[in-house]
């Protein structure tokens, strides 16, 4: 492992240690709580666990088609589209499922980071927002995902 996939690893690591947590101790009533409320819909902590479970094994498969080669998402991709169908997707789920696959894309993350080298983290494709991104960016913005909704859902509840 070189210095910066040991950097990312610890990232993703320091990411779930705080994060983790939040997520496998929500009590089913917090289920309910809306988070988000706009014009694309309501979304309740329990659509973020959805969201959460589709979105890292999502990251992770662009980054993985990345670094073979392959398309990381198709020049229409909308991302809009698609994370309103993986909400609705992950409704009959239960929160235990939807915990047991961010852990199992958390653990597929680091051990596909024990495959790259330098040069891998270096590579740059689409990124499902448009954006372009590199193999590196790819894998921090996995944690930094979560992280980022995890605080959202902490506030959510805060607020009752």
Known sequence: MTERTQ????HLNRVHAATWPVLSDLPAAAMGVTVYDSEGGTWTVKDLLGHLADSEAGLLGQAQRLVTGEQTVPPDFDLARWNRSAVRRSKETTPAE??????VAHAASLKFLETLGD???DLVGRHSSGSMLSTERFIR??????????????AALARG
Do not use: F, G, P, T
């Open 98 to 103: 939807l915990l047991d696959k961010i852990l």
């Open 119 to 121: 040069d891998q983290l």
């Open 141 to 154: 913005r996995i944690a930094d995902h979560r992280a980022e909704h995890v605080a959202d859902i902490r």
């Open 7 to 10: 950097s990312l690893q610890d």
